[in-house]
């Protein structure tokens, strides 16, 4: 066990359908971060939350949007997405966001498909 | 040249043998250096931090060389239960390697 919980861990969509996923770590950070996983690519960071405050957004398109209302819980909004968004989707915290020393703890993610 | 890279493998080795892979980096301003553990439809988890002066865990060795700008990890003596993805995470920003996948055979 992790700290770091997901939900849902399977989730279907059409492209006109709006989602969203939940993260929420035990661990106490201050740091959070969602990352996209595809087949055969490395881990792609998607954004990063400190403290709340988003200070990354790596040129994500506007249809993933994210929310962090607080530091235990992140949020990744989706909405008419495309079949290529279909990826594992991958929360993670650690205890700063940029302490370059810290270890990021990962959740079990949300498998996405989108039909 | 990508940030990261690492050889995708997948390395397939008899149990009890010894394996080493390699990533390389481009950023010479790297701080930090870990290598992660991924089983097949699992999250990453941390598999042991790299530190300057190389470092042993077990069965597991890390080390860096910041000359040649790669890190890399040797495990002895395999097991099954090795198989699995190993990922590099270099931070300057925060980096993964595709990951190298390792498999082990009885």
């Known amino acids: 066990e992790t700290g770091v919980t997901q939900t849902p861990r399977h989730l279907v969509m059409g492209m006109t359908n709006k989602k969203s996923l939940k993260c929420e770590q035990h661990?106490?950070?201050?740091?959070m971060y969602w990352y996209k996983q595809s087949a055969k690519k490395p881990l792609e960071l998607m954004f990063v939350y400190s403290l709340e405050e988003r200070v990354e957004n790596n040129s994500v398109p506007s249809r993933f949007s994210p929310e962090c209302p607080n530091s235990s819980h992140l949020f990744l909004h989706l909405h008419t997405l495309q079949p290529e968004d279909s990826a594992l989707y991958l929360c993670a915290s650690s205890q700063e966001a940029w302490e370059l020393t810290d270890t990021q703890y990962f959740g079990p993610g949300t498998r996405l498909t989108v039909l | 040249r990508k940030e990261v890279e690492q050889d995708p493998g997948p390395f397939n080795v008899p149990e009890g043998a010894t394996v080493a892979f390699n990533c390389t980096y481009s950023n010479s301003a790297s701080q930090s250096f870990f290598w992660y553990r991924q089983d097949c439809r699992k999250e990453p988890k941390l598999l042991m931090s790299v530190y300057s002066s190389g470092n042993e865990d077990g069965r597991f060795t890390a080390q860096l060389n910041r000359a040649s700008q790669y890190i890399s990890l040797l495990i002895r003596d395999s097991k099954l239960s090795d198989s699995a993805t190993y990922l590099c995470v270099v931070k300057h920003k925060i980096i993964f390697g595709s990951g190298t996948r390792l498999s082990i055979r009885p």
């Open positions: 661990l106490g950070h201050n740091a």
